[in-house]
T-cell receptor, first 112, second 110 residues
């Protein structure tokens, strides 16, 4: 069975500090990994996908297949980064897309 | 484009009552999904559809039914609501590259 674990329910950092949101997964195969974000009073939206290898809003995430992890990192946190972050997993593309398994979510608070 | 819309935004039901949640998308997406969000549980897939006239069970389908009579609409029904169905319900639709979520429906079952 596939599973996504986000060990931290809450994470607090000060503005300008580095931040790392942890995500571990279990999946027998080649998964696709995502980070979704929900800002206050906004919809859940895609932040980044591992296959895109891109940096969005200064965030990056590297898929580590050996450690089955997909941690989200940002070197200098900003107050506007405060939000709920979900790590998610799906099987390879096609009809698996959208059938995501989500982690429990991490609430990030960035203090001034 | 409105994207993905959900009706209603809030609802309170008594145990045993029935209701239907409506999801509509104007992006011509084939795939649509219903998730529920519960504290400490993340989002869990209830049912999904890969095209008009098709539906399939997700991770937590019990107590729910769905229909996709039109490509743009995906309905989620609760025939006999239970307190365990108190949750925030999110509809989503997808292209092959992104999943678009609706604003959510907060349902309370007393």
């Amino acid at each position: 069975a596939q599973r996504v674990t986000q060990p931290e329910k809450l994470l607090s950092v000060f503005k300008g500090a580095p931040v790392e949101l942890k995500c571990n997964y279990s999946y027998s195969g080649s998964p696709e990994l995502f980070w979704y974000v929900q800002y206050s009073r906004q919809r859940l939206q895609l932040l980044l996908r591992h296959i895109s290898r891109e940096s969005i809003k200064g965030f990056t995430a590297d898929l580590n297949k050996g450690e089955t992890s997909f941690h989200l990192k940002k070197p200098f946190a900003q107050e506007e980064d405060s939000a709920m972050y979900y790590c998610a997993l799906s099987g390879p593309g096609g009809t698996s897309y959208g059938k995501l398994t989500f982690g429990q979510g991490t609430i990030l608070t960035v203090h001034p | 484009n409105a994207g993905v819309t959900q009706t209603p935004k809030f609802r309170v039901l008594k145990t045993g009552q029935s209701m239907t949640l409506l999801c509509a998308q104007d992006m011509n997406h084939e795939y649509m999904y219903w998730y529920r969000q519960d504290p400490g549980m993340g989002l869990r897939l209830i049912h999904y559809s890969v095209g008009e006239g098709t539906t399939a069970k997700g991770e937590v389908p019990d107590g729910y039914n769905v229909s996709r009579l039109k490509k743009q609409n995906f309905l989620l029904g609760l025939e006999s609501a239970a307190p365990s169905q108190t949750s925030v319900y999110f509809c989503a639709s997808s292209s092959t590259t992104n999943l678009y979520f609706g604003p959510g429906t907060r349902l309370t079952v007393l």
